[in-house]
């Protein structure tokens, strides 16, 4: 899963700087678990120090944290969708 064509929307592209977006792809192919869900879940929260990201998926459980220096820090939720054609990364409004 999550090795096919990628691609995003009109809201995560206007809304999350573009190391973020890349930073989440390679979370999601860097992830050490059996299996991975269709669909992977990051919660992006604003630090003093830059952003706080939170990878989750259900099925399997996943979770990992991370912390980043970043500049251009953003609060959202964004999903990205694995249907087998391709994946789809998404804020959590656009679903």
């Excluded at 630090?47 to 220096?69: A, K, M, W």
Aim: net charge negative; glycine share 2%.
């Amino acid at each position: 899963m999550f090795e096919n064509p990628k691609y995003i929307t009109r809201g995560v592209q206007s809304e999350i700087p573009d190391a973020l977006m890349l930073l989440m792809w390679q979370m999601i192919a860097a992830m050490r678990t059996a299996q991975k869900d269709y669909l992977q879940v990051f919660t992006l929260t604003k630090t003093p120090t830059g952003q706080h990201i939170v990878h989750e998926q259900e099925q399997p459980p996943y979770h990992y944290e991370l912390d980043v220096p970043c500049d251009d820090a953003v609060n959202a939720k964004v999903f990205v969708i694995d249907d087998l054609t391709h994946s789809t990364m998404l804020l959590a409004e656009e679903y």
